[in-house]
């Protein structure tokens, strides 16, 4: 069920985001409906803060501060219902209380303060993260994977699809942004019905294939347009000069981001965040850091270059250079990324132990069905 837990995260991220659109498509009717928008983000962070109160905390962090009890009631909550709910968790506790007791050895306390023993623990897990080999690959395919995420240019429909809309001349853009966060939420919806039963592998593989043949279908109509988009993006957009001779261009362009924006979200816009399954619990933090750092970063680049690039390279080969990284981003999923569904933590760190484990989880998969 790892699969469909983790796909939770971007279901609710993407529904939030067809209600931020509706919200914003309402108040563009009204005028100085930005103020608004603005100001009614201050409901969700409120609602936030009120639900926090009842957020425990995790057993793990009860059991390493000692308080045994109250690790034990929050896991018998996690376990409500099943008909061996004491036996496990007196076993995940005693499990846990064995991980505590071993990095405690690993960390021995000295004459040394806190922050030098932080700064030694924080030192000693990079080291791990980097030298040790199975650790070393499972960042590499995070980092790939998160990076493969936001290069392929999918987050500047989110910032920038009211003014590629209107470029084309749609009379309402931000209604028709709508459409592709709606198709965003629905394929999350359907990736986390199917993400445990095909596989994450076999997911990217079909997947990213169709978003490339998308964009590139899309910078090939740009380029039709290209010359009523040469003064994209901004003072004219919407203007008369800016429609296209031929109405179905814009509609073509449409489908191909709605094609793209589908196969997204059942694939790149998911899978990645599963990065927690491929590190072992000692560098599970740092590894997952590093690799939501890179997509971050990676998010930051596109955001500052896609309307650049627009305008200097043109909509046809900004798009295009987003096949080109999807392109990229499938040979890196066929080469180093295993199969990790139906595995349990300690497979996976099993597999990367020596090598990428493709073949063998392959393997695996083949066995179990």
């Known amino acids: 069920m790892r699969g469909r837990l983790v796909t939770i995260l971007s279901l609710f991220i993407t529904g939030g985001q067809v209600v931020a659109y509706i919200v914003g498509w309402l108040f563009s009717l009204i005028d100085g409906g930005w103020r608004w928008i603005v100001g009614l983000g201050i409901l969700p962070a ?12 995790t057993p793990r962090w009860l059991a390493q501060a000692g308080f045994e009890t109250n690790a034990i009631a929050v896991l018998g909550k996690v376990y409500q219902g099943h008909p061996d709910s004491d036996c496990i968790t007196k ?14 050895l690993g960390h021995p306390g000295g004459s040394s303060g806190a922050g030098q023993q932080w700064i030694h623990y924080v030192l000693q897990r990079t080291t791990e993260l980097f030298y040790v080999g199975g650790n070393r690959r499972a960042l590499i395919i995070a980092m790939m994977l998160q990076g493969s995420q936001q290069l392929s240019g999918f987050n500047c429909l989110m910032y920038f699809s009211g003014i590629i809309f209107s470029s084309l001349s749609f009379s309402s853009p931000t209604l028709t942004s709508l459409s592709v966060a709606t198709t965003n939420f629905l ?5 986390f019905t199917y ?44 203007s008369s000069d800016t429609v296209p001779d031929d109405s179905m261009l814009p509609i073509t362009i449409l489908l191909c981001l709605t094609v793209y924006t589908a196969s997204y979200a059942f694939g790149l816009g998911n899978v990645p965040w599963q990065q927690s399954e491929l590190f072992p619990l000692s560098v599970r933090s740092l590894g997952s850091a590093f690799a939501t750092a890179t997509n971050w970063a990676s998010n930051f680049v596109v955001g500052l270059t896609f309307l ?13 250079s987003y096949a080109v990284v999807c392109a990229v981003s499938w040979f890196a999923v066929w080469a180093i990324y295993p199969e990790m569904s139906g595995l349990g933590l300690e497979e996976v760190k099993e597999l990367l132990a020596d090598g990428w484990g ?5 393997a695996r998969t083949r066995n179990d069905s």
């Open 358 to 362: 493709v073949k063998e989880s392959l």
């Open 91 to 104: 076993r995940i506790l005693r499990e846990i209380q064995q991980e505590v007791a071993e990095e405690r």
């Open 195 to 238: 993400i445990d039963r095909i596989g994450r592998r076999r997911i990217l593989l079909y997947s990213i294939p169709i978003m490339t043949i998308s964009l590139i279908v899309c910078a090939l109509t740009f380029s039709l347009v290209s010359s009523d988009l040469s003064s994209f993006p901004l003072t004219r957009a919407g």
């Open 46 to 57: 409120l609602f936030q803060l009120v639900i926090l109160t009842a957020l425990p905390e």
């Open 308 to 320: 650049p690039m627009m305008e200097l390279l043109s909509p046809g080969w900004t798009f295009g």
């Open 187 to 191: 394929f999350t919806l359907l990736a």
